[in-house]
């Protein structure tokens, strides 16, 4: 089974300008998650779709974070404007519904660099 | 709020055993996992432990679950270079899909 597709794999950009990233999960995962990776830390969940509905988004910044699941498949999370605290690996994973809780599979991952 | 602590670094001899250690803070958790992270890859799954256990085996792997401590542990077996990554402790809140992660430990494996 083909895994979960994520581009482009390194960005960098300068603060404020916009920047976004695109997600193609394994086939058939009804759920969808973004996570932001800071160097040293441990993911942290941004925002969780079922199919294309919205579960969890109270960690995501919403001034400048925006992401859509269009069609219950692709998802795209955009930053603008980005900040320089905004640099980290940002990780898209898929999950099949229903299923064990917490069995996600991940992405590698889109590095970004704000300047 | 919820909190998943880890010690960050071990570093250990190719052929002994590697010992990882977690605590976390939601006892309410029906399930612990440890993912493995390798240097510019995602996440991969490694195992998971439901709450209702004290111990899991997975081949090298074995995972100990003191839930009275809400301790959590992760036992590789005949370590090796590949096993050389960082490992990550997570649990699930309030029985969700949504995880929270620890800082993660980094382990070297030297020969």
């Known amino acids: 089974e083909a895994g979960v597709a994520q581009s482009p794999r390194y960005k960098i950009i300068e603060k404020r300008q916009s920047v976004a990233f695109w997600c193609n999960p394994i086939s058939g995962h009804a759920t969808l998650y973004w996570y932001q990776q800071i160097l040293g830390q441990g993911p942290k969940l941004l925002i969780q779709?079922?199919?294309?509905?919205?579960?969890?988004d109270s960690q995501l910044p919403k001034d400048r974070f925006s992401a859509e699941r269009l069609k219950g498949v692709d998802s795209t999370l955009k930053i603008q404007p980005a900040k320089l605290e905004d640099s980290a690996v940002y990780l898209c994973?898929?999950?099949?519904?229903?299923?064990?809780?917490?069995?996600?599979?991940f992405g590698n991952g889109t590095r970004l660099t704000v300047t | 709020g919820e909190d998943v602590e880890q010690s960050l670094f071990l570093s250990v001899r190719e052929g002994d055993s590697s010992v990882i250690n977690c605590t976390y803070t939601?006892?309410?958790?029906?399930?612990l996992y440890w993912y493995k992270q390798e240097p510019g890859a995602g996440l991969q799954l490694l195992t998971y432990i439901f709450s209702n256990m004290d111990m899991k085996q997975d081949q090298r792997l074995t995972v100990l679950l003191n839930k009275k401590d809400k301790h959590l542990s992760l036992r590789i077996a005949d370590t090796q270079t590949g096993d050389s990554a960082i490992y990550f402790c997570?649990?699930?809140?309030?029985?969700?899909?949504?995880?929270?992660f620890g800082t993660g430990t980094r382990l070297q494996v030297f020969p």
């Open positions: 994973a898929s999950s099949l519904y229903p299923g064990p809780p917490g069995t996600l599979h």
């Open positions: 939601d006892s309410s958790s029906t399930y």
């Open positions: 779709f079922q199919n294309n509905g919205v579960v969890d």
């Open positions: 997570a649990e699930s809140i309030m029985n969700t899909d949504k995880l929270i």
